[in-house]
Nanobody, 126 residues
Framework: QVQLVESGGGLVQTGGSLRLSCAAS????????MGWFRQAPGNEREFVAA????????YYADSVKGRFTITRDNAKNTVYLQMNSLKPEDTAVFYC???????????????????WGQGTQVTVSS
């Protein structure tokens, strides 16, 4: 069992930056692929970025490529999402997710993940 707790959300102006953190419980964090998803009001939850257990494979949604960076620190059981050049359309609740998988892959679908955090709100004002 893994528990995920996101933090770092908030209100920021267009063009600003935020760094989200997702702290995971458990001693096997290093064997989990980690992902970030977001859900805006009235929309379905969508993929943002994901990182394999080793950190060697990373994938981004086209909408955030070049602006967001996902990293992980296995010693701290934490995955991060650095978000730069934020836009009003980035406003959403951001969720982190975990999947225990042996292969060094990058899951991108919601149904590929086993554990979810409660989410953190990101609001970008225009």
């Amino acid at each position: 069992q893994v528990q995920l707790v996101e933090s770092g959300g908030g209100l920021v102006q267009t063009g600003g930056s935020l760094r989200l953190s997702c702290a995971a419980s458990g001693r096997t964090f290093s064997t989990y692929a980690m992902g970030w998803f977001r859900q805006a009001p009235g929309n379905e939850r969508e993929f943002v970025a994901a990182i394999s257990w080793s950190g060697g494979n990373i994938y981004y949604a086209d909408s955030v490529k070049g602006r967001f960076t996902i990293t992980r620190d296995n010693a701290k059981n934490t995955v991060y999402l650095q978000m730069n050049s934020l836009k009003p359309e980035d406003t959403a609740v951001f969720y982190c997710a975990a999947r225990n998988i042996y292969y060094d892959v990058v899951p991108r679908r919601l149904d590929e993940y086993d554990y979810w955090g409660q989410g953190t709100q990101v609001t970008v004002s225009s």
